[in-house]
């Protein structure tokens, strides 16, 4: 391990078991597909196709970024110059499993699909891909449903604060006393959900100084 103790497999973290079975059933199924087609003289495979669900389960954030990559480049690893094709269908509930394949992603040959459920049935539809960039903007994509990538007390406080700065920030008279006290619990909720450098305070330390005055 890398704190330098010999763990053994079966007491290892269930991210370690899942890394060491992946690992050994790649290995071992490749091997075991050498042996059949020179056994029995007949055409090695020509594509191998991979179906794996919850390919980030278990696994640490640092390693959901690795694993696509990785599986992919054990498997040209293991093929050598027998050029067969690799396909991975993976189902994930993690954006850091769709920002890691951003720099590998083609068009020509690479898809999403995103599987939502309406009314009873469970509808798969293509996604538009287009690179985020980061974690947060996947998460607040179409692709998980997510109106912000924070907490969910902290997405309702948002929701109100915009429903709010919507209703009053053009509205030449001053605020109502009632105004007022929903504007000063907005901005107590706020405090309470968003960290001190979160982009929305500029917005609304702008708006409150302007109708109330301070910061």
Known sequence: MPYGQDVPLTQASAGMR??????????????????AYERYRVPPAREIIFLIDEIECHLHPRWQRRIVPALLNVMNALTGTREVPVQLLAATHSPLVLASVEPEFDDNRDCIWDFDLVGTEVHASLFPYSRKGDVNAWLSSEVFNLKAPSSVPAEEVLERARAFLREVASQPTPLTA?????????DSALRGSLNDVDFFWIRWSHFR?????GA
């Open 18 to 35: 899942r890394i060491a079975a992946l690992a050994y059933l790649l290995v071992w199924t490749w091997r075991e597909h050498q042996l």
């Open 178 to 186: 009632e105004q007022q006290s929903t504007l000063a619990e907005i």
């Open 209 to 213: 100084e302007q109708k109330v005055g």
